[in-house]
């Protein structure tokens, strides 16, 4: 019912730049939270960053003042844009969207089918 495609990962060398892009689609009433979350081989996903409808933003430690979160409600996309890269970095990052399809309904999680962001030394 709700698609989260995600762009922009890719290989970058450490100190460098990306910026990730992710774009809900489907039905869609409303969007409360929207927020990239990562997963390294052999460790479990962790929360990167995350925004809700209003603007609140909250960041991993690891990532504050190198990563912003940013959204566009217009076009329910949420974005990330990384700097200062490290190779500890490279990941899949997954988005995520929490949706309500109707007014008055329970919100439900979707997630993205992951990008790979790889950070070389």
């Known amino acids: 019912q709700v698609q989260l495609v995600e762009s922009g990962g890719g290989l970058v060398q450490a100190g460098g730049s990306l910026r990730l892009s992710c774009a809900a689609s489907?039905?869609?009433?409303?969007?409360?939270?929207m927020g990239w979350y990562r997963q390294a081989p052999g460790k479990q996903r962790e929360l990167v960053a995350l925004?809700?409808?209003?603007?609140?933003?909250h960041y991993a430690d690891s990532v504050k003042g190198r990563f912003t979160i940013s959204r566009d409600n217009a076009k329910n996309t949420v974005y990330l844009q990384m700097n200062t890269l490290k190779p500890e970095e490279t990941a899949v990052y997954y988005c995520?969207?929490?949706?309500?399809?109707?007014?008055?309904?329970?919100?439900?999680?979707?997630w993205g089918q992951g990008t790979q962001v790889t950070v070389s030394s």
């Open positions: 925004i809700t409808s209003d603007g609140r933003i």
């Open positions: 995520t969207a929490d949706v309500q399809g109707a007014r008055g309904t329970i919100p439900y999680d979707y």
């Open positions: 489907g039905i869609i009433f409303s969007i409360n939270s």
